[in-house]
């Protein structure tokens, strides 16, 4: 079993920046992959970004790239999701998911555990 807490999320102007983070526990995420999604209301469930634990491989959402960052830190068995230039659009509940193993796809492949979500909200 994995457990995975987000935390980070909040309210920032537009073109302001968060941190989230993503901690698990039950298991170190050695073979795995992380990925974050995001879900705003009335909206489906959308890919953000995702990295591949052992080889630090990184995947985007061309909607992301150039303004978030996804990163992991082995000692803490957590990994982050940098976000600049937040835009309103951005405002999300947003969520971390592991594979465990990794599948062979970090966008397409299915995500065994979800964490409780985080809730980021950018004003305009």
């Known amino acids: 079993q994995v457990q995975l807490v987000e935390s980070g999320g909040g309210l920032v102007q537009a073109g302001g920046s968060l941190r989230l983070s993503c901690a698990a526990s039950?298991?170190?995420?050695?073979?795995?992959?992380v990925g974050w999604f995001r879900q705003a209301p009335g909206k489906e469930r959308e890919f953000v970004a995702a990295?591949?634990?052992?080889?630090?491989?990184?995947y985007y959402a061309d909607f992301v790239k150039g303004r978030f960052t996804i990163s992991r830190n082995t000692a803490k068995n957590t990994v982050y999701l940098q976000m600049n230039s937040l835009k309103p659009e951005d405002t999300a509940v947003y969520y971390c998911?592991?594979?465990?193993?990794?599948?062979?796809?970090?966008?397409?492949?299915?995500?065994?555990?979800w964490g409780q979500g985080t809730q980021v909200t950018v004003s305009s």
């Open positions: 990295i591949i634990w052992s080889r630090s491989s990184t």
């Open positions: 039950g298991r170190t995420f050695s073979r795995n992959a």
């Open positions: 998911a592991a594979q465990v193993p990794y599948s062979g796809s970090a966008i397409y492949g299915r995500y065994d555990y």
